[in-house]
């Protein structure tokens, strides 16, 4: 439970004052930071205010007591006491997809960890429960996947006076007023004492496809999030390497701003022979290529936070990859490059990579996940945007300003290309995994028939050279005998 919260004084003061100078009455938006369990500790980074909807209304206004929403209102229209009965109205499908895709630019350590309400006293009041299932509907657009927080966190800035107040928000199935219990809040120093830990992370997943149970074969997009719960799950074992120096438990960080970290992958059984030993196999999925992930701890914080952070955006970064194909197949059709002998021809199919049953499919593919680029944010820190393989960063500045409201960088070269080449499939379901590795069987029998045939060869010329051997030992034996008697009667005579 989060028993105190901190806010970084920078930010929140921007955010500050650009409300008050702002006619608004209203305003809805995410706090990005982070919910510490080691420290029962909130910190909040920045605000981020939801933009307007596709027909350009604002995401949350104010209802008077009669039904009519005065969010439009300008001017002085703030500062006039509200009615007594006024409430709010949040459009919480909206805020909670903003949420969605803030939280696949984030890094580790920096999460979607609640909402904040910019709104007078009144109306907040009346509106605990629409807030309340606004912040629920953001945690489940946004989970934490390793912190099981069954709590989120509310922050309303009132004008008239102006005043800041945090609250957790309890996420319990049946939302009430009592679901909103005030914490203690404060401002300091907050992403200016951050250290920053960087691990680049190579893979090589092999998943078998095959009937399972008699089942129908599964998707695609089913197979490869199982391909990533294996892997996370490998991860999540691994030991770790700080700047080359094995990592002990709940060791504190060093005293520098930046390290690297190195993963030790555990010695497993192969499951994937064990697998294809088990069931009927068809094919073959290659999942493999490298993430680089950026965490950062706060200065109170273990080692092993790090360490977790990092983890979970290795997996998350790989699972937000996957719903981005998943959302481009479900927008477009596309067409998919034939792998097999013209790999240049496209094969036209009825649906998008994503969605194939791979069980009536009966050629090689190859594809290629979004990239990972890396753009500056606040005080040295940085967040994240994915490049489809025929896109250019120039793309990327078109997302930093509408999610996160922030100026986008003006030179290109200030966002971070560090994958040089991003994750990629191939899935091959040409032939039975048997004929391949009859086929692999053949070609190392081939060889070692080849090396059998160069040993036979060896052997006949030995055997050829040990029968000439005592041949030319009793000619060097007679012919010494010849010498020797001639010498002989040469002398007598």
Not at 365 to 391: A, H, K, M
């Amino acid at each position: 439970m989060v028993k105190a919260v901190v806010g970084d004084e920078t930010q929140l003061k921007l955010t500050e004052n650009r409300l008050t100078r702002s006619a608004i009455p209203s305003e809805v938006g995410l706090v990005i930071g982070k919910l510490s369990s080691k420290l029962d500790k909130g910190f909040v980074y920045d605000l981020v205010p939801t933009p307007t909807n596709d027909d350009g209304e604002p995401p949350c206004s104010i209802i008077d007591g009669v039904g009519v929403g005065n969010g439009k209102k300008k001017g002085s229209s703030r500062a006039k006491s509200q009615p007594e009965s006024s409430t709010l109205f949040i459009d919480n499908d909206w805020v909670s997809e903003h949420a969605r895709q803030v939280s696949r630019m984030l890094l580790g350590g920096m999460k979607v960890v609640g909402i904040y309400i910019w709104v007078n006293e009144t109306s907040f009041k009346n509106s605990a429960i629409t807030l309340c299932q606004t912040v629920k509907g953001v945690a489940e657009a946004a989970s934490l996947v390793e912190t099981d927080w069954n709590e989120r966190l509310l922050i309303h800035i009132s004008y008239s006076p102006l005043r800041w107040t945090c609250r957790n928000c309890s996420l319990a199935a049946n939302i009430t007023s009592n679901s909103l219990r005030p914490c203690d809040f404060k401002m300091g120093k907050v992403l200016g004492s951050l250290h920053t830990f960087r691990c680049m992370y190579n893979f090589d997943v092999r998943l078998p496809l095959g009937h399972e149970d008699g089942q129908h074969i599964r998707r695609f997009a089913d197979i490869l999030r199982h391909g990533i719960t294996i892997q996370a799950k490998e991860l999540r074992s691994s030991k770790a390497l700080i700047d080359g120096k094995l990592v002990i438990e709940d060791e504190q960080h060093a005293s520098y701003d930046f390290h690297e970290v190195e993963f030790l992958l555990p010695f497993l059984q192969d499951k994937y022979v064990e697998a294809c030993s088990q069931k009927e196999v068809f094919g073959v999925v290659l999942f493999s290529g490298s993430v680089c992930s950026l965490a950062y701890l706060n200065s109170k914080e273990p080692v092993s936070q790090a360490l977790a952070d990092i983890k979970e955006d290795i997996i998350m970064s790989l699972l937000s990859r996957l719903e981005m194909l998943c959302d481009e197949a479900d927008r477009e059709p596309e067409s998919i490059t034939d792998g097999g002998e013209d790999s240049s021809s496209q094969k036209s199919i009825d649906k998008p990579v994503p969605h194939l049953n791979l069980g009536a499919q009966r050629k090689q593919y190859n594809i290629s996940f979004p990239r990972r680029v890396f753009v500056p944010w606040l005080e040295g820190t940085y967040i994240c945007d994915y490049i489809q393989p025929s896109e250019t960063v120039e793309v990327v500045k078109d997302h930093c300003v509408e999610l996160m409201s922030m100026e986008a960088p003006t030179d290109a070269s200030e966002i971070l290309e560090p994958e040089s080449e991003a994750p990629a499939l191939i899935t091959s379901t040409t032939k039975s995994f048997w004929d391949i590795a009859a086929h692999d069987s053949s070609a190392a029998k081939w060889d070692n028939s080849v090396s059998k045939k160069s040993r036979g060869s060896r052997n006949r010329i030995s055997a050829k050279s040990a029968d000439l051997n005592p041949m030319l030992a009793v000619l060097v034996v007679v012919l010494s005998i010849v010498v020797g008697l001639v010498l002989f009667l040469i002398r007598a005579a």
